[in-house]
């Protein structure tokens, strides 16, 4: 049996000091970065494990991780044993420090160096690594490690923590399936996992049967567009609904138009959407599957059915001027979604969009691929007023005193049905039927 290291990169490069509004924030905290530029008391966070590095720890139980280790814990980590291989987890921001890291482990005498994660897409590491993986890794670090084939892919419990305002509770996280081959021309993940690889019920029932014993205040699924497989999802909505777990999920406006009082009635507590403009020309630009009206509309139904509406949302298209993009984001203001991911648009290495890009691109240092950053030659603003509207249109959109207002009235609607059903009586839910 071959010892195997896995890690992120460290802790020193997942703490960014100088986020949008030139406050820190923690990239392993989702909400906090949508929200970096609101201060620190008003910002929302959920943080959120390596979840790659818990499918393989679950699947190849005798491989040791790191999860968000410092630097010193790493170089501890290397020299405690003599490894056959160390794999490094890391994104395209994040790739400086992994060949930094791959380095040590070179020096340490490690023979194996694997690199991990959408980080495997940047250009220029293979000096640095013996093996890519791209898309999951249980397989063939399996392979690796026992000399045999994966005979299935099995779903981990995966807990993380919500907060805002001091107050948090645990969430969990959950897979339907992984990868897509939608086509987007600004993701990734078509190039790095392409597959759509369904998880097993079974695993998925183990997964939910955990979730409700720790008492979570929702489960977030994280599959890249949920519903795209119908019988899938619905089997997985019905788990949940059994389960009384409420959850939120990535999905496109079009797969739950029309459905939301009857997912209400099934325990959605809400919906990420990809807003990304409100410019159709921009929408058909990068091969969004959707209108502006019709993505509108599903935000409009998640609101008035008492529904997270949640977002994501792209500034700086070529076209758009300043004056351009700051509309946009007042139109984006008035939809009072509960929180919304602004970023800038970027061309990410190996996607379509890069393709198209790439005699644009003049940012040569990887650190600043990360969606906050401009890292192209726009024709109509530069580095310092990217930033800049970034920052403004973060504090405009996500406004702390409408999230606590929203986060009030979910507890009052917790509480009033949790009286309902210890009293026996019959409810309405916020869909008008019974519950």
Known sequence: ????????????????????????????????????????????????????LRFIKHNVPDVEILEYPTWAEYLSALESETWDMVGISFYTWSTPVA?????????????????G????????????????????????????????????????????????????????????????????TFCSTPIFNPKEEAIFMEDTYAALDEYRDSD?????IYDESFFLTNKLAEQVVDALAERELPWICLTRADLIRGRIPELTDR???????GIESYRDKNMADVKKRDDVYNVRQTVRELIDNGRRA???????????????????????????LFACQLTLLTPFHGTRLYRQMEHLVDEPDLSKHDLYNLVWKHPKMNRTEARDLLAWAQRKVNDPERIARKLKQEMKEKVRKEFARRSGTTSLSPSGSAS
Not at 34 to 47: G, H, M, N, P
């Open 216 to 220: 979570v205040a929702h489960v977030i």
């Open 310 to 336: 949640l977002g994501t949302f792209m500034v700086g298209f070529a076209e758009d001027s300043i004056e351009d993009m700051q509309y946009d984001i007042e139109q984006l203001c008035e939809e009072e």
């Open 1 to 52: 049996m071959k010892r195997v290291l896995l890690t992120t990169a460290p802790k020193e490069a997942l703490v960014e000091p100088d986020g949008i509004g030139g406050n820190w924030y923690d990239r392993t905290d989702t909400y906090m970065a949508w929200t970096c530029a609101v201060d620190l008391e008003d910002r929302l966070s959920v943080t959120c494990p390596p979840t790659g």
């Open 117 to 184: 994660n959408y980080g495997v897409l940047s250009p220029g590491i293979d000096p640095y690594f013996t093996k890519k993986v791209k898309g999951a890794g249980e397989a063939p670090i399996h392979q690796y490690v026992y000399g045999t084939p994966l005979p299935r892919v099995r779903h981990p419990a995966m807990l993380g923590e919500s907060g805002f305002r001091g107050l948090k509770s645990p969430v969990g996280y959950l897979y339907s399936k992984r990868g897509c081959n939608i086509g987007c």
């Open 267 to 273: 325990y959605m507590d809400g919906a990420i959407v």
């Open 99 to 115: 060949i930094e890291m791959a380095k040590v482990a070179r020096e340490a005498g490690v023979p194996e160096i694997w690199a």
